[in-house]
């Protein structure tokens, strides 16, 4: 699986992850928290990371390092009371469980390969194109209208919008 962006949920207006497998058209969508997503937002982390520059998940990495591992992946490994439960592993097979939002954050961070198990994917999967991931980013494509709106409004006359109504024209008899 790959992480393909994130999104709001319109109603909740919690942040989702969306993660897509490579080379088909299942997706999964992932609930993730603010400041997590705001990790994931920020993408890999430099090289060259300062102190001032690094992140809580920066530190995992870092310890697993001076413990002699590194981190390999992290997976979504099943689907209980329809929560996800997620795990970090390290190269030597060491799982460390986390919340998936956690999880997505070190993983995205780190540039970790990310795994689904098949029946979670079987379970809550989606179709990528059913929800429009193939989409342009909707964020931009109402941000490329808003732009074309202005660009309209600014060359326009009151001319181009025709005459006003009359006082009490237009309106159905009540």
């Known amino acids: 699986m790959r992480f393909a962006r994130l999104a709001v949920h319109r109603m909740t207006r919690e942040p989702l992850a969306l993660l897509v497998e490579e080379g088909a058209d299942r997706c999964l969508v992932v609930s993730v928290r603010g400041p997590q997503a705001e990790v994931i937002d920020r993408g890999p982390r430099a090289p060259e990371t300062t102190d001032d520059d690094r992140l809580t998940q920066d530190l995992l990495p870092d310890l697993a390092g001076l413990l002699g591992r590194r981190l390999d992946r992290g997976e979504i490994v099943d689907l ?46 989606q179709s990528f194109s059913e929800l429009g991931g193939d989409r342009p980013e909707p964020a931009r494509e109402a941000a490329e209208q808003v732009e074309e709106l202005r660009a309209f409004l600014e060359q326009a006359t009151a001319q181009d919008f025709g005459r006003p109504p009359e006082p009490g024209e237009g309106r159905e008899p009540g």
Do not use: N
């Open 80 to 125: 209980v009371d329809d929560r996800f439960r997620a795990e970090l592993v390290l190269d030597d097979g060491t799982r460390l469980p986390g919340r998936p939002s956690d999880v997505l954050a070190v993983a995205v961070r780190e540039g970790l390969r990310i795994e689904v198990a098949d029946a979670v994917l079987d379970a809550v999967g």
